[in-house]
């Protein structure tokens, strides 16, 4: 599986984004998906999952309400749109996969086997 990202840039704080993730190779009715991110100086945390097996998607706290986790699998592609952006959601954005066992997704980044290389996201005005 290659998991290709795009859609990062700099915007302004108030400002939106949407990221994409083509999962070439991967059935998404058998594929999770998730979205990190790695600000400077700072481990990689999850943002957001999706769960293949009964399509329930995760957040973590901070982004709730702002952002929305979608996916177009006859597209083979996820989607990230980020609203209400806030300088601390600058950070590279990666996307993961892996195999999908469970009905709930992980945001712990040791669970997820494939990555992307990143797309950066610079929240600034």
């Known amino acids: 599986v290659q998991l290709v990202e795009s859609g990062g840039g700099l915007v302004q704080p108030g400002g939106s984004l949407r990221l994409s993730c083509v999962a070439s190779?991967?059935?998404?009715?058998?594929?999770?998906i998730g979205w990190f991110r790695q600000a400077p100086g700072v481990e990689r945390a999850g943002v957001s999952c999706i769960s293949s097996s009964s399509g329930a998607t995760k957040y973590v706290d901070s982004v709730k309400g702002r952002f929305t986790f979608s996916w177009d699998k006859a597209k083979n592609t996820a989607y990230l749109q980020m609203n209400s952006l806030v300088p601390e959601d600058t950070g590279v954005y990666y996307c993961?996969?892996?195999?999908?066992?469970?009905?709930?997704?992980?945001?712990?980044?040791?669970?997820?086997?494939?990555w992307g290389q990143g797309t950066q996201v610079t929240v600034s005005s």
């Open positions: 190779g991967a059935n998404l009715d058998e594929y999770d």
């Open positions: 993961a996969g892996d195999i999908g066992f469970f009905s709930e997704c992980s945001l712990d980044r040791r669970m997820w086997d494939d």
